[in-house]
């Protein structure tokens, strides 16, 4: 039985990576402005067809704009949500493979080129705040191109032969992976040799958080960028690949962020966090149906994070309990 899982989800992966590499040769066979436009449609056709992804991107629209949208209007906002990612695959897919720098900016416009300069010249690493806005998936290489030494955590994926084919779309130039599971003392290295880190943190993970504003609501949110920032004493800037009309595109800089200190180490990751995070959210804001709504951003709740410390005590109180006895 344990053989006959295993083969079908071989069977599975391996179907995966074809249909990967035939939409990605459809995708690079058409023109460029084809290409976003076909791309396009078939996000609208996921919108019609998702009908889980579909509602929770409509909820989420709703937590953060009911107050001023109608449903309809709430509704076309998340169908040029799907479109708008349809769009990011069909650019991510042309531009992991272009490795020249003037063909790669063709269609992409550079905003705040000085606050990444500015950043570095600071010379203790910079932390690359990336909200999963337009096609953040490209905004690697992009920061590559322009000639900053970068580099990403990234999860392995559980099949071997699906993660070696995407590693390999995302190991480019001098870029580097850190494989998570990495020490945090070796990541720590990393970026004090003056290199830069991508992270995203605009996301609800099972990692160590804090809550901030989002949206008027509170948003479990990964302190590991401001972590590292205090660490290493690293400039952070948010970065954001943007789509503007068409397949015109426009990768913006924010302005350096250097930490905030207070002597309290609790505190500090909490304040460090909002202001990365609020920074993001204000790219988010210029361009909202170009992020992912369907991801469930308020998933965690105080009222959670309570109970699940509550339960943590009472195991251990057992435990103790137990050992006495």
Known sequence: MAALKRFRKSIKYSLIIVLIRFSLL??????WQWT?????????????????????????????????????????????????????????AIKLDVDD????????????????????????GVINIVPHLGCWEAASKAYTLLGFSAGAVAKPLKNKRLNDWVMKKRTFM???????????????????????????????????????????KPAYTPVGAAMLALDSDATSIVASYVRTSG?????????????????????????????FHQAAETHIKQYPTQWVWMHERWKTTPEKIEARERDKQEQRKKRREEKNA
């Open 36 to 92: 976003s436009a076909f791309c396009a449609r078939l996000g609208i056709v996921a919108f019609a067809v998702l009908k889980k992804e579909r509602e929770k991107a409509i909820s989420n629209l709703s937590i953060a704009y009911g107050h001023e949208k109608s449903i309809d209007e709430i509704r076309q906002m998340a169908r040029e949500v799907f479109a708008n990612l349809g769009r990011s695959f069909a650019e991510a």
């Open 101 to 124: 720098k003037e063909a790669f900016f063709s269609n992409v416009e550079v905003e705040g080129l000085e606050h990444a300069r500015a950043a570095f010249e600071r010379g203790n």
């Open 247 to 275: 397949n015109k595109y426009k990768f913006i800089f924010g302005k350096p962020m250097e930490v905030v200190r207070t002597g309290n180490r609790q505190e500090e990751l909490q304040i460090n966090t909002e202001r």
């Open 174 to 216: 001098d870029f580097v992976i850190l494989p998570r599971g990495s020490s945090y003392k070796t990541i720590l290295a990393f970026i004090k040799q003056n290199n830069s880190l991508g992270m995203l943190i605009d996301q609800d993970t099972s990692v160590k958080g804090v809550f901030v504003d989002f949206y008027g």
């Open 26 to 31: 459809i995708v690079k066979l058409l023109p």
